[in-house]
DNA sequence: TCTGGGGTCCTAGGACCC
DNA sequence: TCTGGGGTCCTAGGACCC
């Protein structure tokens, strides 16, 4: 068989938010347990517990209050510094398995296993995932097949199988899972590609395999045809190892209370600047442009609604938080309108590069750039050390309380002494 | 009352060039 | 009044992902 020798495993933490949060609190194993977005808005993470009692993903958490109440649901807010130092202690296990890996979220990994016979790939698995737990203490679920998308599908009904793994190389049931799969499912078929699968008698991984690949390029685009093939075994979509530096860099939060008032509006927008400059120079990028938007909420159909967004592009790229700031605050004097409830603020930095990318043009402003930069060093080593926000500028709101909704925060952070726990010794 | 946040890629169509 | 043909590059918006 020609395209045999690609083996790739999907491996997927098991409700990967909550098993962080379990980590460090025993007694909600085996619990319904929920974690919410951020200002507590939608459950993002479920338990198998808290599925069965008809939770569903990205619902907003208004709405599920009654069921939780009712049924002792254990509820977090997220957080995330938590579950990237979790995640990364996951990867860093999985990379033992194959040096060959492409980590693709927060909590998924595909791995190369090519170099694994074929009668051995099961046990592989069950040694991978035996592992992770032993070392990290997160369930994971295995699936491998010979490309991405059915690596995805095997992953798909591994997390209902009680052995955790299900495996498509060499064998006759590849057909009989596919059938398992509504198309809604399948990895690439989103809305608006299961809309028209629909409409055109296809509902099942299984039913879009067997379409013709000149019907479906005809009719969706090459992504459309990529997955189908992809579904047939012709592998479409290579492993990418090393991970490319984001392109753009996006921060933005809904506020816990609605905001009305420009001097509001600056003080997010600031905050969300600064953070973002900081994660690119901490990537050694510059932008080239930035975007500032915002929005009312989009659910009170009644009252008026309100979106709008400005561009800058900015004469010089940089990655300079004044700089940065100054242009971000006349994007939004721009775009602020009196008299609307704002729910949600954001920037984009768009077009990011290198720093060595930078070249001076006739616009550059030499003179104070090198103080400029040892300012930023200055001011990142500062939060490394002594925690985000401990310099900031005065624009970002001084000592002012966050307009941010978190009430269920499980407090832990993995990655500061404050938190480790304390033993008294009588 | 209360509805997340951060990405990537593709494509059509406009701008521009010769 | 008549008004080519072909190419590239860029970008906004859509669709998708977790």
Known sequence: MLYNKNKIALVDCNSFYVSCERLFNPSIIKKPVIVLSSNDGCVISRSTEAKILGI????????????IKKNDVKVFSSNYSLYGDISRRVMKTLKQFSPQMEIYSIDEAFLNLSSIRDENLFEHGNKIRKTVLKWTGIPTSIGIATTKTLSKAANHI?????????????????????????????WGVGRQLTKFYIKNGIHTAYQLKNMHNNW???????????????????????????????KNCCVSRSFGRKVTKLEELSESVTTHCLNAAEKIRSDNQTTKRITVFIRTSPFQKDKNYYANSKDIDLPVRTNDSIELVKQALIALQYIYRKGY???????????????DIYKKNLF??????????????????????????????????LRKKLNIKRQHSSKIDTACFDFLPTIKIA
């Open 56 to 67: 569903k993903m990205g619902e907003p958490y208004f709405k599920v209050k009654k069921i």
């Open 364 to 397: 550059s402003s030499i003179n104070n750039e090198e103080k400029r930069k040892k300012l930023m060093k200055a001011i990142d080593y500062t939060n490394i050390k002594y925690g985000r926000h401990a310099l900031s500028i005065a624009q970002a709101g």
């Open 341 to 355: 409830k704002y729910q949600k603020a954001g920037i984009i930095f768009s077009g990011l590069n290198e720093v």
């Open 158 to 186: 591994a997390k209902k199988e009680q052995s955790g793994i299900v495996n498509l190389i060499n064998t006759k049931q590849i057909d009989q899972i596919l059938k398992e799969i509504e198309i809604n499912e399948v």
């Open 216 to 246: 479906i390029k005809k009719n969706t685009n090459v992504l459309g045809s990529r997955t189908a093939m992809e579904l047939k075994g012709i592998p479409c979509v290579s492993l990418k190892e090393h991970q490319e530096k984001r």
